[in-house]
């Protein structure tokens, strides 16, 4: 894992093993982000997202923090491996974290946080799902304006939360170690309105909301979304996975949704902890 130094904003790796405490960063891309290879050089400093960078380390500074990680500039994503291992680790990197910075960059500073928090592009967005869910703290998740004013926390604002994410108050409040008290079902419905950029990305930021890991076909499309059911149901005998209506209403015999958004309707089912039936199905899977 490759952590910033939150004084000298210098990068170091550290083994899984000798992870010292750190913050992270959830946010959403904007034009001018610093990539990993800007950071040594001294480009970074006239781009806008060098400022996210400069503003968790100076929050993590004052949480007493050593170390921070921001997905930006951590991860090189020229390297298809290390991609590909960040993005399966991201979900126990987010888990891990002392503390969780949500930097809503269009949450305007005053006004009533509730009302305005829905209106924000962060919970439109894949990748945000597990950055929410996976903190074990609930007063872990702060929640940063626009001008980078704390507004509260995901135990703050439960209710709100909850209403506007479909996602139950009482996993917001307990945590991420919860969350397989959720039917697969209810757990794809919270994805169904999000979005990504790559189509693949539908599939690969839901890896850790359901404990799943597999190596990334960037190129795929769709496909991995199939991938990621198949990977469910070799490690959940939980049925709800079937559970899913096509938006057009033409299902045509098949055995798996197409996106996340086939579930749109499917957050009524029980937990799956309520759901034994003490009955396994072997499912065989062909192209």
């Known amino acids: 894992m490759r952590l910033l130094d939150t004084t000298t904003l210098e990068l170091r790796e550290f083994y899984l093993a000798d992870t010292p405490p750190y913050v992270i960063l959830s946010h959403t891309w904007s034009d001018g982000e610093v990539i990993f290879q800007e950071m040594s050089s001294p480009i970074r400093n006239l781009k806008k997202g060098f400022d996210k960078i400069s503003r968790t380390c100076e929050i993590a500074r004052g949480d007493g923090l050593k170390y921070a990680w921001v997905d930006t500039c951590c991860i090189d994503k020229s390297s298809s491996a290390e991609l590909s291992e960040a993005i399966n680790?991201?979900?126990?990197?987010?888990?891990?974290?002392e503390f969780c910075y949500v930097y809503l960059e269009d949450l305007p500073p005053g006004g009533s946080p509730e009302v305005e928090l829905q209106k924000c592009r962060w919970f439109t967005r894949g990748w945000t799902l597990q950055e929410l869910i996976a903190p074990k703290n609930s007063m872990a998740v702060k929640f940063y304006d626009m001008t980078w004013e704390y507004r509260g926390s995901r135990l703050d604002f439960t209710n709100a939360l909850s209403s506007h994410t479909g996602i139950p108050a009482q996993l917001l409040l307990r945590g991420s170690s919860w969350l397989s008290d959720f039917s697969i079902a209810e757990r794809m419905?919270?994805?169904?309105s999000r979005k990504t950029t790559r189509t693949e990305d539908l599939a690969y930021c839901l890896l850790g909301i359901f404990d799943v890991n597999m190596p990334l076909l960037y190129g795929e499309g769709m496909k991995a979304f199939r991938r990621l059911q198949e990977e469910i149901i070799k490690r959940n005998n939980d049925l709800t996975i079937f559970a899913w209506e096509d938006p057009q209403h033409i299902r045509l015999f098949q055995l798996f949704a197409q996106t996340p958004a086939a579930f749109l309707n499917r957050n009524n089912h029980l937990p799956a902890a309520k759901k034994q039936t003490g009955i396994d199905i072997l499912v065989t899977v062909r192209d």
């Open 89 to 97: 680790s991201m979900y126990q990197w987010y888990s891990e974290a």
């Open 189 to 192: 419905s919270w994805a169904a």
